[in-house]
């Protein structure tokens, strides 16, 4: 997006942020299909489900992450949001528009 003066243009280090987030993201969604892809073999032949404590741990682990990536998604998204609400006010008074 751009617009006068580079007030709206495109964030090179938000979109770099949320690329390796989105890989990190893509490696835990596979990880999960491969645990429920196991309980779900297990579960077709009538078998108790192989999943250890390590499975679980892992699930806890992965579960976190997503969490934790929620998180910083969010205050990536505030903080840009913010950041472009200081200066688009900033222009709109420069251009005499809001309050002095």
Do not use: C
Request: net charge positive; hydrophobic share 40%; no cysteine.
């Amino acid at each position: 997006m751009h617009a006068a003066d580079g007030l709206f243009v495109t964030d090179g280090e938000l979109k770099d942020e949320l690329h390796s987030h989105r890989v990190a993201l893509n490696r835990i969604g596979n990880n999960i299909s491969q645990i429920a892809k196991r309980l779900n073999e297990a579960k077709l032949k009538g078998l108790k489900p192989p999943i250890h404590q390590d499975d679980v741990a892992q699930i806890r682990s992965l579960a976190g992450m997503v969490m934790t990536f929620g998180d910083q998604l969010q205050g990536m998204i505030l903080q840009r949001r913010n950041g472009l609400a200081l200066r688009v006010s900033g222009a709109l008074r420069a251009f005499g528009y809001g309050s002095q």
